[in-house]
């Protein structure tokens, strides 16, 4: 199936082409983006657009960039053909972007290592972020304790309960992890706490968002910081393969592995995408969180407008994953525009799904990966047997496992 | 002429400044609102400042924050917000009413229908916390052709540049957010708001106000004395908080806190 096939009635007449060309001036993907924050925070914001566009082009940056993810990171990620797992499928070839064998284990770490360089020219001496699944969280107490910064992190209570492991790492590093109690005590509470500490102490404070969310600049440069996943990709691919991939598939929560993977594919037409947004119980019960594949109407939130899961009168709504890093009502700006213009298809995986895709992948390759990943695993076991052996499929590992282990050992009814 | 232009042209007559007390409305519950409205005129209300409770009020302490979670948990939603005003206007036909809240409930329900019902219903001005005068492209024009004012916050962080497109874009009056933080914070300085508004007055004819860390006659009276009106949230929000068990009590506390701040501002 080509990208172009996969287009539904396409409202915009936004060519693939021209989606190398966003964000606008402004911000804005479209009808999407924007920067829709309180006005303390607009100067910050404009201040930090000002510092990025100065530096995205200056090669000295992008020199300590790239010397940073190569010996600090450890990159690149090899892209790791699944074989057993292929052939147990009997389709195409999966092709796995190790993601999860970055430093701190996941592709959170390539926009922190960013963002702590663009902190680091502005001078402020503390860093915040918001983390769900707590791999954000964990990557920038890893750089703030690198550069020797002041580092505080939110979560939500609900995610402090089900991460342990991470919010304990978050201390040994040397962060202070904040639970969030308020709303649904989960990523968007978090974030609506980071927010609101970063509208308090803005003059010392860098705030490292960790998707490609939030307000302009954010979606734009975490996708930036990203993309080296997907170049990588596409080179490997050429390396290895012979030639590039007939299909990507990636997870979605806020979008950053996603965008990382795509955006250097999106001028190639013949490279279908897929996104894979958690389907929770099913889209069908509500309980889930999948904007774009569940079509949930337009709204504002956290400084941007985009698909964004809310009730009639506009109130966000609750979200359900068994993932936390997925367990968000919104999506990254760009996504949505990706959606209307027909470039990537969105599906879900539902949490039962996801369940057998991580126990498969972790018994067949040795390979445990992310709730969160496993999601984009989750769809390549549909896509697979649909395609011929001699395509190729590569499939974002954006995250591992490990985290992970205590939820499923619960769901196997085991306490440690 | 707007009820909030009318209004600020007679106090500028009789050299007084305005009170304008925020409650959010459905807090504690839809039935109280209308009647905690009256009341805040009832000891000397300039302008009402009506919340519309989100459920990701991001630029709000933990005051509003539960005061919109009270709300929600009561059923509050925009349209009903709409009823409360056109109840209040059936016995008040002079004190300016100003919607104040966060974008989405007014995209969810589409900016043409939004301002529709504001304006028959007798909604003077829309202030929303989350939307600079850059994103207000679309809903401006809506709004003025209502002759609903839009109201836009000036922070101490805004720059002079920034500042001279707020005063472009802006009505009704400019909304100066006293300090760097969220509602409900402690620490005004009434001598730094006052350094921050001189430049604004040369930019603008508007009536400056001033809002956050206001809670008590004193600091009313302080900002009284630089600015052109006193806003004043969470100190009201609070005695809802603190009198759930007898909400029959709420609205005169709201009227003994307020009217202490109008004596203070007036003496
Ligand atoms: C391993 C992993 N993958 C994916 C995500 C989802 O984020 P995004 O959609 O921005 O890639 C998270 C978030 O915590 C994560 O930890």
Redesign the pocket.
């Known amino acids: 199936m080509t990208a172009s096939e996969t287009a539904p009635n396409t409202v915009l007449k936004t060519k693939f082409s021209d989606l190398t060309r966003m964000p606008d001036a402004r911000g804005h993907f479209g009808p999407y983006g924007g920067r829709f924050v309180s006005e303390t925070l607009s100067f910050a914001l404009e201040e930090l657009e000002k510092t990025y566009f100065s530096l995205r082009d200056d090669p000295d940056f992008q020199a300590e960039f790239d010397y940073d993810l190569a010996h600090y990171v450890g990159r690149p990620s090899p892209l790791y053909h699944a074989k057993r797992w292929s052939e147990s499928l009997g389709g195409a070839q999966i092709w796995l972007k190790r993601?999860?064998l970055n430093h701190t284990?996941?592709?959170?770490v390539n926009n922190t290592i960013g963002q702590a360089l663009l902190a680091k020219k502005t001078g402020k001496p503390r860093i915040i972020a918001e983390?769900?699944?707590?791999?954000?969280g964990v990557a920038s107490a890893t750089v703030a304790a690198r550069l020797g910064l002041e580092c505080d992190i939110y979560m939500g209570a609900e995610d402090v309960q089900r991460q342990k492991l991470n919010v304990y790492r978050m201390r040994l590093l040397g962060a202070r992890v904040i639970p969030v109690e308020s709303g649904t005590r989960t990523l968007k509470d978090a974030m609506n706490e980071a927010l609101r500490d970063w509208v308090t102490n803005v003059d010392n404070t860098f705030y490292i968002i960790?998707?490609?969310a939030g307000p302009h600049p954010y979606p734009l440069l975490?996708r930036d910081f990203n993309a080296v996943v997907g170049r990588e990709a596409r080179r490997q691919s050429l390396e290895q393969i012979g030639r590039l991939p007939d299909a990507l598939i990636?997870?979605?929560?806020?979008?950053?592995?996603?965008l990382?993977l795509f955006y250097p594919f999106v001028e190639d037409d013949d490279v279908a995408m897929y996104g894979v947004e958690a389907g929770g119980d099913g889209v069908e019960t509500g309980r889930h969180a999948a904007p774009l594949a569940s079509n949930a109407p337009h709204g504002v939130l956290h400084g941007n407008r985009t698909y964004l899961m809310s009730d009639e009168a506009g109130q966000v709504s609750d979200t359900h994953s068994i993932?936390?890093?997925?367990d968000y009502p919104g999506v990254?700006p760009e996504h949505a525009l990706w959606k209307d213009v027909g470039r990537v298809k969105y599906v879900v995986a539902n949490d039962n799904e996801v369940l057998e895709a991580f126990r498969e992948l972790t018994h067949m390759e040795g390979i445990m990966p992310?709730l969160?990943?496993a999601h984009a695993l989750a769809h390549a076991k549909v896509l697979a047997p649909t395609m011929r052996p001699d395509q190729h499929i590569v499939v974002n590992l954006?995250?591992?496992g490990d985290?992970d282990i205590m939820t499923v050992a619960k769901i196997d009814g085991i306490e440690f | 002429m707007n009820r909030i232009d009318q209004r600020f042209s007679e106090l500028k007559q009789q050299g007084r400044k305005a009170l304008i007390p925020y409650i959010t409305a459905g807090d504690p519950a839809p039935q109280y609102t209308v009647g905690f409205m009256h009341a805040l005129v009832d000891a000397g209300a300039d302008v009402i400042e009506l919340g519309v409770p989100f459920s990701d009020p991001m630029a709000d302490g933990p005051v509003i924050q539960k005061a919109c979670e009270r709300a929600l948990k009561q059923g509050t939603r925009l349209v009903d917000l709409m009823q409360m005003v056109k109840e209040f206007r059936q016995t008040d036909t002079t004190t300016p009413v100003v919607l104040m809240g966060y974008l989405n409930p007014i995209e969810r329900i589409g900016y043409e229908n939004f301002a529709d019902q504001a304006a028959s219903v007798g909604v003077d001005g829309v202030l929303i916390v989350d939307m600079p005068p850059e994103e207000a492209d679309e809903i401006g024009p809506l709004l003025k052709s209502r002759d609903l004012a839009a109201i836009f916050l000036v922070a101490p962080t805004t720059s002079n540049e920034r500042a001279a497109t707020i005063c472009a874009h802006g009505e009704g009056y400019l909304y100066y957010v006293s300090l760097k933080g969220v509602t409900g914070a402690a620490t005004l300085n009434a001598e730094d708001v006052a350094e921050h508004l001189a430049p604004l007055r040369g930019m603008t004819d508007l009536p400056l106000c001033v809002g956050f860390g206001i809670r008590d006659g004193v600091t009313a009276a302080e900002v009284a004395k630089v600015a052109d009106g006193v806003i004043v949230g969470s100190a009201l929000v609070n005695r809802i908080a603190e009198s759930l068990d007898a909400p029959e009590t709420i609205a005169g506390q709201l009227k003994s806190v307020l009217a202490e701040m109008r004596t203070a501002m007036d003496a």
């Open positions: 993601e999860d284990g996941a592709h959170k983390t769900g699944a707590g791999q954000h960790g998707t490609v975490v990636a997870c979605v929560g806020g979008g950053s592995n996603a990382g993932s936390a890093g997925l990254g992310a969160e990943s954006s995250g591992r985290k």
